[in-house]
């Protein structure tokens, strides 16, 4: 059991771990999503630039993917969290399905963005709920104001979103938990560091993380077996 006080703010950190026992691929496991697809056409601005068509393929099998995903017990886990502390608990998520939001999560921050929202990618338009896939014969997606409609994730070379609140809520925690992220994307794998000395930083996952020595913690094994029994004692 983690041992956490009635007092503590506990920041979670997902990755792509905690959704790989619901039957999404991670990105760098085995069979992982870039061992399959090449970053550089299908996640990246200068991938959009030159086959949007490439890219909506891509985007269109994971949404495909992640509309027949079930939350698993790890997610669910965490939205009984969220119950128990309330505003205590900031969840920050670099998943862009929304499992942690069907187990139940109310208040999941996505810094890499959501694979079922879109947005033009000319125009202030707010992004939108879109479930559409755009593979072929599809026509690509195209905005009223004549620019195209991409999937609003963060792409390599983009900026992440809400990088603000998730800084403020890194200097409010006194409890640091990432799970099923392999701490080698930016600026996610730093949050540890960021709150070294100041906060307990535990790390729950298949493996151990490249950003380990940031942890005083590890716990070594899958989310979905681990996490119900480490934080049940709130
Ligand atoms: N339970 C817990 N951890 C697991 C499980 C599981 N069942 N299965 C795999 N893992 C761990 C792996 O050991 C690995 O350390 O999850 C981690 C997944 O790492 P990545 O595939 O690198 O995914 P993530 O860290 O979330 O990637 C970060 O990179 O590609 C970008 O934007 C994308 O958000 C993503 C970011």
Same mark, same amino acid.
């Given at each position: 059991?983690?041992?956490?006080?009635?007092?503590?703010?506990? $920041?979670? @950190?997902?990755?792509? &771990?905690?959704?790989?026992?619901?039957?999404?691929?991670?990105?760098?496991?085995?069979?992982?999503?870039?061992?399959?697809?090449?970053?550089?056409?299908?996640? !990246?601005?200068?991938?959009?630039?030159?086959?949007?068509? %490439?890219?909506?393929?891509?985007? +269109?099998?994971?949404?495909?993917?992640?509309?027949?995903?079930?939350?698993?017990?790890?997610?669910?886990?965490?939205?009984? %969290?969220?119950?128990? @502390?309330?505003?205590?608990? $900031? %969840?920050? #998520?670099?998943?862009?399905?929304?499992?942690?939001?069907?187990?139940? +999560?109310?208040?999941?921050?996505?810094?890499?963005?959501? %694979? $079922?929202?879109?947005?033009?990618?000319?125009?202030?338009?707010?992004?939108?709920?879109?479930?559409?896939?755009?593979?072929?014969?599809?026509?690509?997606?195209?905005?009223?104001? &004549?620019?195209?409609?991409?999937?609003?994730?963060?792409?390599?070379?983009? /900026?992440?979103?809400?990088?603000?609140?998730?800084?403020?809520? @890194?200097?409010?925690?006194?409890?640091?938990?990432?799970?099923? #992220? !392999?701490?080698?994307?930016?600026?996610?794998?730093?949050?540890?560091?960021?709150?070294? &000395?100041?906060?307990? *930083?535990?790390?729950?996952? *298949?493996?151990?993380?490249?950003?380990?020595?940031?942890?005083?913690?590890?716990?070594?094994?899958?989310?979905?077996? /681990?996490?119900?029994? @480490?934080?049940?004692? $709130?």
């Amino acid at each position: 059991m983690l041992a956490i006080s009635p007092v503590d703010r506990i $920041f979670v @950190l997902t990755g792509a &771990g905690v959704s790989a026992e619901s039957g999404i691929p991670t990105f760098r496991g085995v069979n992982g999503l870039w061992r399959n697809y090449r970053i550089e056409e299908v996640a !990246s601005p200068h991938a959009w630039r030159r086959d949007p068509r %490439l890219v909506w393929e891509f985007y +269109s099998m994971r949404r495909r993917v992640a509309a027949d995903a079930k939350p698993n017990p790890a997610h669910v886990a965490l939205a009984k %969290l969220e119950q128990r @502390l309330r505003d205590r608990l $900031f %969840l920050c #998520t670099q998943n862009v399905d929304d499992l942690h939001e069907q187990a139940g +999560s109310k208040r999941v921050v996505h810094v890499h963005g959501e %694979l $079922f929202r879109s947005r033009c990618d000319t125009c202030s338009r707010a992004p939108f709920h879109d479930t559409n896939t755009y593979d072929p014969p599809a026509e690509l997606p195209q905005c009223d104001c &004549g620019g195209w409609i991409r999937p609003h994730i963060c792409w390599f070379g983009e /900026m992440p979103f809400e990088l603000d609140r998730i800084f403020r809520a @890194l200097d409010a925690c006194t409890v640091f938990i990432a799970v099923g #992220t !392999s701490g080698v994307v930016e600026p996610a794998a730093s949050f540890a560091a960021h709150v070294r &000395g100041r906060a307990k *930083a535990i790390y729950v996952g *298949a493996e151990e993380p490249a950003n380990a020595s940031a942890f005083t913690e590890c716990h070594l094994g899958k989310a979905g077996e /681990m996490l119900p029994d @480490l934080l049940g004692s $709130f």
